[in-house]
């Protein structure tokens, strides 16, 4: 992908914004951030410790790969879940450091911004699939719905960064409260006796037992809210209860963010309308993937309650990385919004493959036997992988060289655009 020199030029505007509102964050998190930068040496480039936070969450899923390498819900070793609760943390914490590094060292620039956010969205996904094996939920749509959710949560926060210029943290935020959460069910999970069982069991199963006479005041809630089946509150599964409320969580965040992009854009004198047709992408993508999957309902071969489901979701999620960075650079750039992009294509061939004997009453092309979907599903992945990595390497090339900041070292460029460590030379103006 080249970078046109309108966007190169859109660059040199470019200036971070934030707006952090979690009470944690400030109070707790901001100092002991503020301290452990200290231990990293000024030598250290801050992407690197973001791609080394980002290991920590690979060794997770490799871990998981090791012990339940089909993702049939297998429950693994203690210390494994609890060493994804450290590793996530450990990713949070590097992740929150490299801009106060970058700062340290000098090499503040819309790179730091862009890879920051494609790691983000790379971990997104990984700890869909290592937090849907912890509550117990694995092959299900459970993990699908999980997925949409995460990566909804992702976009809309991208898209109003895009929008308003600043990256809004709200007083419950995915990358603060919500990684946290997300901490505590891994060990929750390494700890309880049952392991990931206990998400399985009611969620109000502690409070009936505590208080036997509370089962009547239950009973008439569930009557006056009309709930049955396990959606009753004495039934419902710990695990259930969770992934409602992040979907209650994903739609107060679209919400939350709409509101703030109407503040932006009416500041400026902009219509307010028109900023949700950026919404079109990433709905258009997810209805296409979830059309895919649904085809197993249709007789086609089965994706979500199978191995193939772990590929799969991998595909989806390099495809959103490779979609949501796309944003990112435009947001960095001031370049326009991006509507669609080459994975939408290849997906949307999947999703009508995998229906064909439904739609077209033909067998499908390169799905048609369990063989089949398992060689195309893996293929695919790579496929997503290995676009992404070309697209993070085109444009990581392409603006290093234009700011004369490097990425992974504590370099840049002095007058005569030779690369020089950092304290020798002239920096080139940003």
């Known amino acids: 992908m080249r970078i046109t020199k309108e966007q190169l030029s859109g660059i040199d505007k470019y200036k971070y914004s934030g707006v952090d509102k979690s009470i944690l964050s400030k109070h707790v998190l901001g100092p002991f951030w503020t301290w452990l930068v200290t231990l990293f040496p000024k030598t250290l480039a801050p992407n690197t410790i973001t791609f080394l936070g980002l290991c920590f969450v690979i060794i997770n899923v490799f871990t998981l790969l090791y012990f339940d390498v089909t993702y049939e819900g297998k429950v693994l070793p203690s210390w494994v879940y609890l ?19 970058a700062r340290r060292t000098g090499m503040a620039s819309a790179l730091g911004e862009m890879f920051d956010h494609g790691c983000d969205a790379i971990n997104t ?20 719905a999980s997925q949409a959710a995460a990566l909804c949560n992702f976009y809309a926060s991208t898209w109003e960064e895009y929008h308003t210029g600043t990256l809004y943290l709200s007083a419950f935020s995915g990358p603060v409260e919500g990684i946290l959460m997300i901490c505590v069910i891994y060990l929750i999970t390494a700890f309880h006796p049952a392991g990931p ?12 037992k505590a208080f036997p006479q509370s089962v009547e005041v239950i009973s008439q809630i569930n009557e006056a809210l009309g709930l049955k089946g396990y959606w009753r509150l004495d ?10 409320f992040g979907a209650l969580g994903t739609v107060g965040n679209i919400i939350t963010a709409y509101s703030n992009v109407i503040q ?16 079109l992408p990433f709905f258009t993508h997810t209805l296409i993937l979830v059309t895919w999957l649904h085809a197993e ?17 991998g595909y989806w999620g390099m495809a959103f990385s490779y979609q ?49 979907a398992n060689v195309f599903i893996s293929m695919s992945f790579f496929v997503a992988l290995f676009n992404y990595i070309r697209f993070a390497r085109e444009v990581i090339w392409q603006i290093t060289e234009y700011t004369g900041i ?3 070292t504590v370099r840049h460029k002095d007058a005569s655009g030779k690369w020089v460590e950092n304290g020798v030379g002239e920096k080139k103006a940003q």
């Not at 069982?197 to 009936?208: D, K, R, V």
């Open 83 to 101: 060493s994804w609760a450290i590793g996530l943390f450990a990713y949070q914490s590097m992740d929150a450091i490299d801009g106060k590094q």
């Open 324 to 372: 949501v960075s796309q944003l990112i650079l435009a947001h960095v750039t001031k370049s326009p919004f991006p509507y669609w992009n080459g994975m939408m294509v290849y997906s949307l061939f999947g999703m009508i493959d995998a229906n064909s004997l439904w739609w077209f009453g033909r067998e499908p092309l390169v799905q048609a036997s369990p063989v089949a």
């Open 264 to 279: 932006a854009r009416r500041k400026a004198g902009k219509p307010i309308l028109s900023p949700l047709l950026g919404y």
């Open 125 to 144: 996904t990984l700890e869909v699939v290592l937090c849907s094996h912890a509550l117990g939920l694995t092959r299900s749509w459970w993990t699908v």
């Open 406 to 408: 490097a990425c992974f």
């Open 197 to 208: 069982g206990f998400w399985s069991t009611p969620i109000l199963t502690p409070l009936i």
């Open 235 to 244: 039934k419902l599964p710990a695990n259930v209860a969770f992934m409602s």
């Open 297 to 313: 309902l249709r007789g086609g071969v089965s994706l979500v309650h199978d191995a193939r489901l772990l590929p799969f979701i």
